[in-house]
Structures are given as C-alpha cells and as structure tokens.
Nanobody
Framework: QVQLVESGGDLVQAGGSLRLSCAVSGEIKFITAMGWYRQAPGKQRELVAAITPGENINYLDSVKGRFTISRDSAWNTIYLQMDSLKPEDTAVYYC???????????????WGQGTQVTVSS
C-alpha cells in the first residue's frame, strides 16, 4: 500500500523559508507525476508545484521564483523549498503521487495527510 507522509510545516514570519518533505513508501509503479498542493481555509485545493519522470516541472504562477520542487533519485522523497514566504502562502500543504499500477491501468492519485504552513505578517 502506498503511503505519503509530509513533514516540515511550521509557523514562520513573512520573508522566511521552510522546506517541506514527503516520504513515499509502498509499491511504486509507473509514476506520472509527484507534486505539492495546498488548500487555504475557504478555498479550493490548488497545485503548487509538480515534477514528472521526464523532469518537467510546473509551478503555480504566484510561487515562481520563490519555491523549488525537487526529489531524490529513487522517488522516495520529494521536497518543496519555500523562500520569501508571504502570508498568502498560509495553507495546508499536501503531497501528491499520481501513478499507474500497470501500463494499462488508469491513473490514481495518492495523498498525504497534509502539513500546516502559517506565515505571519
């Protein structure tokens, strides 16, 4: 069974930095992408950053130049380095894995439990 466990969320002042980690365990098969989403109170969950096996990386426009997604070589852990944090970055951050169990199987999303990031002004 695939499990994702996030860590690194904290309370930080505006302008500060945090590094989120997501540890992945279980039977990892055909990865489509891994990424970070966030959800602020009263808002929909949104994609913050994603990385594919081909090393294509996408960022939410509002975090470009401030956040960096990376991974280890075995796809066991992904990271989100967050610099120059702003109060509007406050949200619960979720790790996501999208993969297929076989070549012909449909894609499936796996989620972590979330980690709280709070940026004070």
């Amino acid at each position: 069974q695939v499990q994702l466990v996030e860590s690194g969320g904290d309370l930080v002042q505006a302008g500060g930095s945090l590094r989120l980690s997501c540890a992945v365990s279980g039977e990892i098969k055909f990865i489509t992408a891994m990424g970070w989403y966030r959800q602020a109170p009263g808002k929909q969950r949104e994609l913050v950053a994603a990385i594919t096996p081909g090393e294509n990386i996408n960022y939410l426009d509002s975090v470009k130049g401030r956040f960096t997604i990376s991974r280890d070589s075995a796809w066991n852990t992904i990271y989100l380095q967050m610099d120059s944090l702003k109060p509007e970055d406050t949200a619960v951050y979720y790790c996501n894995l999208r993969m297929r169990s076989s070549i012909l199987a449909p894609q499936r999303d796996y989620w972590g439990q979330g980690t709280q990031v709070t940026v004070s002004s």
